[in-house]
């Protein structure tokens, strides 16, 4: 069998050796078996030749004059890791054995030695010099194409030590100190979110994938308008064939552009909003004034039309509320006069005030009263909350349905569910229900007005309060929203 199989390949071999013969012989034999041999009679010669070229494979004596075979490997394991060293000696100790294989040595040949045993141990060392050296082109790959990468690339191990990054990287985060290969996390941020994201990975179980993200703080600065960075990780766990967690992969984009642009259509839609909502309720109070005969006696058609008008002109008072609603939601003002509510009062009214609307279509709105603890809310807020989930209820459930209101309960928290007999929500739907300006449509709902920002808003509000809100649906059976508040 040949030594080589790639007859193309022709690895660079140093044999450092005092003996001559021994020398001579490892030349002749590897120079027939297609190898680039070279020859140093002595430790320093060795290191001399080491230094000004590469070398595939190192075959070096363990005992000889002035630098020994230790020293040599220890030298080679520093300047040229993808070499493979081979150790050719006549006193092989199981202690020299053990110390020559923490410097590097990758194999031994003892002496005296037969061809054959030569061309094996070469034949091992040549295999693993073609492995090292497409590790190496593969590492090189890698680190191009991470390098030129528009995000930051941070990669740890599961110590949390980094073991690859690129410039953007440095740039993202402002970091100007020394070289991070093999540096704890530490060396590079103190970012509570960036570093909590990764603790979380790292935390994961055996086989188990997720994506955490988090908008961290920069310490560098943008360029946009307002001078300042806005930064997006997420991190992803990498895994052995078992599943098990070796580290951590984190990208992190620079969003600046993204959050200016959204900074720029909420103070668009905030001025809209106001623009349009002064002249739509001078419109309705004009309305109103001819609905009510102010202006001389309306015959039953010019009642009607006006009515019509008076309902869309409505809406868009609606919609212009809700816009502002998101424009607060984004400056974070939603929740700005938190004290202690009773949710119970508050249902009742609200029950109260849209009975009428649920009659209109002959549907049964009820409400189980129950004795709730006390909550800290925004009573604006709650209103807003159960009111539009209360009056999506009958909107969205047939004539002749019911709505149910009912409050318990649970643990630490207060539960309010609002349940309806009305069309339901599809599986595919679901997901999306609560996302702005997303409407589920079917051929039932598809005329029912609406923005699609109700549902977002509740969210919102209901978040903002540390609670959480959910839906259970089923189409053509009805719809379950869930609603959970802390006590105080």
Same mark, same amino acid.
């Given at each position: ?7 193309? %390949? ?137 390098? %030129? ?25 402002? %970091? ?45 600065? $943008? ?72 202006? $001389? ?9 006006? $009515? ?106 207060? $539960? ?21 300006? %997303? ?50």
């Amino acid at each position: 069998m040949a030594l080589i199989e790639d007859q193309t %390949y022709q690895p660079k071999i140093l044999v450092i050796d005092d003996e001559k013969r021994i020398r001579d012989g490892c030349f002749k034999i590897l120079i027939k078996e297609n190898c680039l041999v070279e020859m140093a009679e002595s430790g320093e010669m060795g290191l001399k030749m080491l230094a000004e070229k590469h070398y595939d494979i190192i075959l070096t004596d363990l005992m000889m004059p002035g630098i020994g075979g230790m020293e040599v490997l220890a030298k080679v394991r520093e300047q040229h890791p993808d070499s493979v060293s081979i150790v050719i000696t006549g006193f092989a100790t199981l202690e020299h054995s053990i110390e020559a294989m923490k410097k590097g040595a990758f194999d031994f040949i003892p002496k005296p030695f037969t061809p054959d045993q030569l061309r094996v141990v070469v034949s091992k060392a040549v295999k693993m010099t073609r492995t090292l050296q497409d590790i190496a082109t593969e590492r090189t790959r890698l680190k191009t194409i991470v390098n %030129y990468l528009a995000g930051g690339v941070l990669v740890t191990d599961r110590s949390k030590n980094i073991i690859l990054y690129n410039p953007t990287l440095l740039r993202m985060l402002g %970091y100007e100190g020394d070289a991070l290969d093999d540096q704890p996390l530490s060396a590079l941020t103190a970012d509570e979110k960036l570093t909590g994201i990764i603790d979380g990975i790292l935390e994961l179980n055996i086989g188990e994938f997720k994506v955490l993200s988090a908008e961290i703080e920069p310490h560098g600065k $943008g360029e946009g308008p307002s001078n300042q960075l806005y930064l997006r990780a997420q991190a992803v766990p990498f895994q052995n064939r078992s599943g098990e967690i070796l580290g951590s992969v984190t990208i992190i984009d620079d969003i600046t552009h993204l959050k200016e642009l959204d900074e720029m259509k909420s103070a668009f839609v905030s001025m809209v909003s106001h623009e349009i909502r002064s002249p739509l309720s001078t419109v309705l109070s004009q309305i109103k004034i001819l609905m009510d005969g102010l202006a $001389g006696e309306l015959s039953a058609k010019q009642a009607d039309i006006l $009515g019509k008008i008076s309902r869309k002109v409505q809406g868009l008072v609606e919609l212009s509320n809700e816009l502002l609603d998101i424009s607060r939601i984004e400056a974070g003002l939603i929740v700005q006069d938190k004290k202690q509510v009773q949710l119970m009062d508050i249902l009742e009214s609200l029950v109260e005030f849209i009975q009428p609307r649920a009659k209109e279509k002959n549907i049964a709105l009820s409400l189980k009263k129950a004795d709730l603890p006390l909550i800290n809310a925004d009573m604006k807020s709650m209103e807003e909350v159960f009111s539009n989930l209360i009056t999506n209820a009958i909107i969205y459930t047939p004539e002749g349905g019911k709505v149910d209101v009912r409050g318990k309960v649970k643990g630490d928290f207060v $539960g309010i569910s609002i349940s309806d007999t009305g069309y339901g929500i599809a599986p595919d739907e679901l997901p999306r229900i609560f996302e702005r300006f %997303y409407r589920a449509k079917t051929e039932k709902t598809r005329n029912i007005v609406g923005t699609g920002l109700g549902l977002p808003i509740v969210k919102s509000i209901v978040e903002a309060h540390n609670g959480t809100v959910r839906v259970e649906s089923k189409e053509g059976v009805g719809s379950t929203f869930y609603v959970r508040l802390p006590i105080s």
